[in-house]
């Protein structure tokens, strides 16, 4: 396999509701993949899977070559343990729609957090990258603030920064501008802009067809669990052919 990820027929039930059914995807190394759909169409479960936040039911996801949450043994398979999956999550970087920093570090504490205590770097070695990402997302004067005194925009670009400290192959977006406030979403759309150019590969779920018309190489469109439609942001947002795509479009838009 050439891909960062190949999901081949992805199953996720919660109980009676399927939020997955027989997803297969594949994205490209350095590619932006934006998701959209309506809510509960299964674009959040898709990123939480392929970050091992959920279990599939049954399928398969590799990242770069990788299986994921299991090994196999001849022709078994078998589930890892926390820490095996814990190992396998570094990854892949994941950004929610709430920011999820700790309250009681300060912004540069945030970010060293992971590097140090999971992978065991040493802070010398550790701040002068965090510092690099906070010049990166525009926030090099708020390292020691802490997140109750910054604003919405403010915390999710250290949220992008604390999981880019990590040194992730893939970084996972969970419509991240979602619970900010209109004026706020510029920011953070910018830092993403920046990261697509870079060659990071992406994937981001979102409502934001402007930014999915200008940064993605591709745009899918799922709903009810299933891949409705998949093609570059043109053929998807500005001619689908699926009718189910056309009525979300038009609905967004409106």
Known sequence: ?????VAVDLNKFFGDFQALDKVSLEIEHGEVLCIIGPSGSGKSTLLRCINQLERIDSG?????????????????????ND????????SSGM?????????HMTVLENIIEGPVIVQRRTKSAVIPEAMALLEKVGLTDKKNAYPSELSGGQQQRIAIARALAMK?????FDEPTSA????LVSDVLNVMRDLATSGMTMVVVTHELGFAR???NRVVFMDRGKIIESGTPQEILSNPKEKRTQDFIAAVLA
Request: aromatic content about 10%; cysteine-free.
């Open 214 to 216: 200008e940064v993605a």
């Open 168 to 172: 992730p192959k893939l970084m996972l």
């Open 180 to 183: 900010l406030d209109p004026e």
């Open 95 to 103: 950004v929610f729609q709430r920011f999820n920093l700790f309250a």
């Open 1 to 5: 396999m050439s891909s960062m990820v």
């Open 60 to 80: 398969a996801i590799w990242i770069d070559d990788e299986l994921i949450g299991f090994r196999q043994e001849g022709d078994k398979l078998y589930q890892l």
């Open 83 to 90: 820490t095996e999956i814990a190992r396998q999550r570094l």
